[in-house]
Nanobody
Framework: VQLVESGGGSVQIGGSLRLSCTASGYDFSRYCMGWFRQAPGKEREEVARISRDGRTTYADSVQGRFTISKDNAKNTLYLQMSSLKPGDTGVYYC???????????????????WGRGTQVTVSS
């Protein structure tokens, strides 16, 4: 199993970025997929999740600004981020698990598969 994130970078406050996560080695369409982020000195937090049937869940801090989506034909997960704030800065990880679809939140240790992350920096 391999998850590879891309699309991170530096952006000004109010800007947008789209992250991608390309998956291989498992049946992508049957798994629950999440995006996490980790800021320096802080715990890794779940920011968005999409279930195998396309239901989406967002952290309150990103609701209305971030959109998670997936393309099963391309085995790719996306995170469209807009109206970015300095507090969105961190390393963004995609994660996959068969069982993390429908609760309100999940802890990082409940996801089985992880990418290595991509850095997002929001500044003025």
């Amino acid at each position: 199993v391999q998850l590879v994130e891309s699309g991170g970078g530096s952006v000004q406050i109010g800007g947008s970025l789209r992250l991608s996560c390309t998956a291989s080695g498992y049946d992508f369409s049957r798994y629950c997929m999440g995006w996490f982020r980790q800021a320096p000195g802080k715990e890794r937090e779940e920011v968005a999740r999409i279930s195998r049937d396309g239901r989406t869940t967002y952290a309150d801090s990103v609701q209305g600004r971030f959109t998670i989506s997936k393309d099963n034909a391309k085995n790719t997960l996306y995170l469209q981020m807009s109206s970015l704030k300095p507090g969105d800065t961190g390393v963004y990880y995609c994660a996959a698990d068969f069982n993390t679809c429908y609760r309100r939140t999940y802890r990082p240790n409940e996801y089985r598969y992880w990418g290595r992350g991509t850095q997002v920096t929001v500044s003025s």
